[in-house]
């Protein structure tokens, strides 16, 4: 499985980007989207089941993030609205080997690159 991430870019606070992950390979997979500041430990974002029918969040995007797949495309999105400065990180799509959504980032076999995501005050 390859994963690829893009969608990352400068935006003002309060702003949106839309995140993308192109996977190839098997799919179906249980996704995520995961982050990494500088100097901080990688975090949850948002995870989505294989189905798309359940998805989980952090709760520091609760509200303002959501996710979505189209596994006839072999796609996962990200939608970030009404971002914060906190929300600058690296962002990263990852995937599991089953199709349970789960918070735990140990549980991903499968990772992209990263796109950069920064919010300006």
């Known amino acids: 499985v390859q994963l690829q991430a893009s969608g990352g870019g400068l935006v003002q606070s309060g702003g949106s980007l839309r995140l993308s992950c192109a996977a190839s390979g098997r799919t179906f997979r249980s996704m995520g989207w995961f982050r990494q500041a500088p100097g901080k430990e990688r975090e949850f974002v948002a995870a989505?089941?294989?189905?798309?029918?359940?998805?989980y969040y952090a709760d520091s995007v609760k509200g303002r993030f959501t996710i979505s797949r189209d596994n006839d495309k072999n796609m996962v999105y990200l939608e970030t609205n009404s971002l914060k400065p906190e929300d600058t990180a690296v962002y990263y799509c990852?995937?599991?080997?089953?199709?349970?959504?789960?918070?735990?980032?140990?549980?991903?076999?499968?990772w992209g690159q990263g796109t950069q995501v920064t919010v300006s005050s």
């Open positions: 990852a995937a599991k080997s089953d199709r349970m959504a789960t918070t735990d980032l140990m549980y991903y076999r499968y």
């Open positions: 989505i089941s294989g189905s798309g029918g359940t998805t």
